[in-house]
């Protein structure tokens, strides 16, 4: 586990929304990690803004996410092409 810190720099914002902002930018990246089961369940941050910056650090961040297997449809099977007509394709192909 290690430290992720990410750091926004922005045009100048207005003060009074400086904590709303970052708080946001937080949450929103905590649940895109969460998702992946990059970080734990109830993480440790901070967060911290300025005018001109807007930025985060997350403690125990994964170094790499879990493997995982997923069933990706690319191709409905009325469309494409059957096993045979594939591997004559390719025979043709790598010739």
């Not at 099977?77 to 043709?92: F, N």
């Amino acid at each position: 586990m290690s430290n992720l810190l990410i750091e926004i720099f922005t045009e100048e914002l207005p003060p009074t929304a400086l904590k709303k902002l970052s708080t946001s930018l937080a949450e929103l990246s905590l649940n895109f990690l969460g998702k992946d089961k990059l970080i734990e369940e109830n993480p440790n941050y901070k967060v911290f803004a300025t005018p001109r910056r807007l930025g985060f650090l997350i403690h125990g961040v994964s170094l790499s996410a879990p493997n995982r297997k997923e069933k990706v449809r690319l191709v409905p099977k009325e469309i494409g092409l059957g096993e045979k007509k594939v591997r004559y394709y390719l025979h043709w192909k790598i010739k």
